[in-house]
């Protein structure tokens, strides 16, 4: 079985293997059915966040529905994620890992987010997510004030693998959607 590392390096390269436009239409498909999507309908708080190039693309699904849920976007603050609101048209800046975030205020209660759509660099079908290694939403997500919201996995289908190696602190998803295509 290969190496956590070598599971990230390998599907990095799959995914940008991808063109950019083959890329942005898979996201757009599985946006599409997010948008539609249960739990996504029923929240008011979501937590997403501002994609890199081998995540789902979720640019434009953020601006879409900024005026229309609060939208949370997380931030890199030393070996934590603190979040901050996006407000549609607002600045956003360059934080670590050259991740887009909002400048504006800390929000702080975490017991009022409804759903945490969660990126990952791998997925599998019991929820199981290996992220890039530093543990950030492993230990966000953690955090007793979440145990009500719905936490759901997003990735390209190429990213779901049979069996992700699971440590004590790893956090399942409630759900994984991927691409169809």
């Known amino acids: 079985m290969p ?4 599971l990230r390096t390998s599907i990095k390269k799959t995914i940008m293997a991808l063109t950019p436009q ?4 898979a996201s757009t498909e599985l946006l599409n059915r997010l948008a539609v999507h249960e739990h ?4 008011n708080v979501v937590m997403l966040f501002h994609s890199l190039p081998d995540e789902i693309n979720t ?8 005026e229309r849920k609060t939208l949370l976007l997380p931030v890199v603050q030393g070996d934590d994620l603190e979040l901050r609101r996006y407000i549609k048209g607002e600045q956003m800046c ?17 017991s009022a987010i ?19 290694g530093r543990g950030y ?24 693998i049979e069996n992700i190696p699971v440590e ?12 169809l295509f």
């Open 137 to 160: 939403y492993d230990r966000f997500l953690s955090q007793h004030t979440l145990s009500k919201a719905y936490k759901l996995g997003i990735c390209y289908k190429q990213q779901m």
């Open 22 to 25: 083959q890329r942005l239409a």
């Open 59 to 66: 640019h434009q699904f953020i601006e879409d529905w900024a």
């Open 40 to 43: 996504f309908v029923a929240a």
């Open 114 to 132: 409804d759903l945490v759509i969660v990126p990952g660099v791998a997925f599998d079908d019991a929820g199981n997510r290996m992220g890039r």
């Open 94 to 110: 360059e934080t670590g890992y050259h991740i887009e975030a909002p400048q504006g205020h800390i929000f702080t209660d975490l």
């Open 168 to 179: 004590p602190h790893d956090i399942r998803m409630d759900e994984v959607i991927h691409t």
């Open 3 to 6: 190496t956590k590392k070598e």
